[in-house]
């Protein structure tokens, strides 16, 4: 089965910069969307971004756009969120998923495998 395993979350002070990583295993994801979502508690899960693996094609939330980056590594089977100005904000349990299909969707619910998920936390 596929597995996705999260990684790289901690705390940093606003305005800095981490890279989470999820590492995909148990089968190719050539022709999987893969992205990225987080939650807090009271608030429901959100979109962050996704990529479209084998072109390349992402999308974005408003709220992180040009601050965040998505990527995936097709040589190690891993996808990195490179986020950048981290505000109090971004603090939340950040989650990666994947999705058979060519179309980036926003939707979790489009989504058929998940991470268990690695905090986040930027003080205020």
């Known amino acids: 089965q596929a597995q996705l395993v999260e990684s790289g979350g901690g705390s940093v002070q606003a305005g800095g910069s981490l890279r989470l990583s999820c590492a995909a295993s148990?089968?190719?994801?050539?022709?999987?969307?893969v992205g990225w979502f987080r939650q807090t508690p009271g608030i429901d899960r959100e979109f962050v971004a996704a990529?479209?693996?084998?072109?390349?094609?992402?999308k974005y939330t408003d709220s992180v756009k040009g601050r965040i980056t998505i990527s995936s590594d097709n040589a190690t089977n891993i996808m990195y969120l490179e986020m950048n100005s981290l505000k109090p904000a971004d603090t939340a349990i950040y989650y990666c998923a994947a999705q058979i299909g060519t179309v980036v969707r926003p939707a979790p619910g489009h989504y058929h495998f998940w991470g268990q998920g690695t905090p986040v936390t930027v003080p205020s």
């Open positions: 148990g089968r190719t994801f050539s022709n999987h969307i």
């Open positions: 990529i479209r693996w084998n072109t390349g094609t992402t």
